[in-house]
């Protein structure tokens, strides 16, 4: 079992967690890895005149996936399992939202002109623009946390361009209900030193620090190096703050969606029966799967993942 931890919790602790604790900052460039922006070995793509770290499996002219992560701000490494779907004939697409992973950066005043549709859902309009060979090649959403809530929302506005929704755990799709559940699924135990400054790499390594300890409410252990390549913390207390402004209800067109839904979630403290319920029942046509896992196991879990959210996808997708 490969250790994670909440993706959704994690990005949001970074709002509680920008002092810092000792005196000395090692070399900033060491702290985390490189953006595509500063190292272009990196696989990428311009969307939106940003430059977003993005990679793709399986032939293009295969049914797609758009693999969408967790946050804001966090990255799709943790999602990289599902890369076995393109043995059963699917394109699998995966991307750093902008901010966040190996994207570029940009400052706070970048997204102070901007709203959420701006920064995530024309963006994610532009990967499907990408990839997609032509109009009569299915676009699945796979969202996970955040990324399910994004998913929710674009399918919602463009029901048409879409022929399958599969969401895993989204935290809220009322913005009432994502307070709620982001408070729930703080970790009581985020640890690490702290480092001064306000770079980019300084609060990136900050926000990885605040999710390096197991977190009880979400059930996922602490995260790893190995987990995630870099958190987003400028594009994280962005959204965050939009947020707050705009009170964002990322399930209101949802009920133009009437193509089958799956909605998974798994078996945590933050998220119970009956919050699984609240949050699907905006859904007409779903499919509800438990998982015997935290918050993002079904995905990190190489024993849940093989064993039950793969053929539980693969099923689903099977009835599109």
């Not at 399986?58 to 076995?84: E, F, M, Q, T, V």
């Not at 895993?168 to 982001?182: A, C, K, N, Q, R």
């Not at 030193?193 to 009880?216: F, P, R």
């Not at 790893?224 to 707050?244: I, K």
């Amino acid at each position: 079992m490969i250790k994670r931890t909440s993706i959704f919790a994690a990005a949001f602790s970074i709002l509680f967690l920008l002092s810092a604790c000792n005196d000395e900052t090692p070399q900033e460039t060491l702290l985390v890895p490189k953006t595509v922006k500063e190292d272009p070995s990196l696989p990428s793509i311009f969307i939106n005149s940003r430059l977003l770290h993005a990679e793709a499996f399986g032939k293009a002219a295969d049914p797609l996936i758009i693999c969408i992560h967790g946050g804001p701000g966090a990255d799709y490494r943790y999602l990289l399992n599902a890369k076995d779907l393109v043995q059963h004939g699917y394109r699998v697409i995966f991307y750093d939202q902008t901010g966040s992973g190996l994207s570029q950066r940009f400052d706070q005043s970048y997204y102070d002109n901007l709203d959420i549709e701006n920064i995530f859902i024309t963006e994610l309009q532009g990967i499907i623009a990408k990839y997609r060979t032509n109009s009569d090649q299915k676009v699945i959403l796979l969202g996970h946390s955040w990324g399910a809530m994004l998913a929710t929302a674009y399918a919602g506005k463009y029901p048409s361009e879409i022929s399958g929704l599969a969401v895993f755990e989204p935290g809220g799709l009322e913005w009432d209900d994502i307070v709620t559940y982001v408070t729930n699924s703080q970790n009581p135990n985020e640890g690490g030193k702290h480092l001064e400054g306000d770079s980019h790499e300084v609060l990136d390594y900050n926000m990885a620090l605040a999710a390096s300890t197991d977190n009880i409410n979400t059930g996922d252990p602490g995260l790893q190096s190995e987990d995630f390549w870099r958190m987003g913390a400028v594009l994280q207390t962005a959204a965050f703050e939009h947020g707050e402004i705009e009170k964002p209800d990322f399930s209101m067109k949802i009920g133009q969606f009437t193509k089958p839904v799956f909605f998974g979630y798994g078996d945590n403290k933050a998220y119970p029966d009956s919050w699984a319920q609240k949050v699907s029942s905006v859904f007409k046509n779903k499919k509800i799967h438990k998982f015997p896992t935290g918050h993002s196991g079904m995905f990190t879990n190489e024993i849940t993942w093989k064993n039950s959210t793969l053929p539980q996808l693969l099923n689903y997708f099977k009835s599109l």
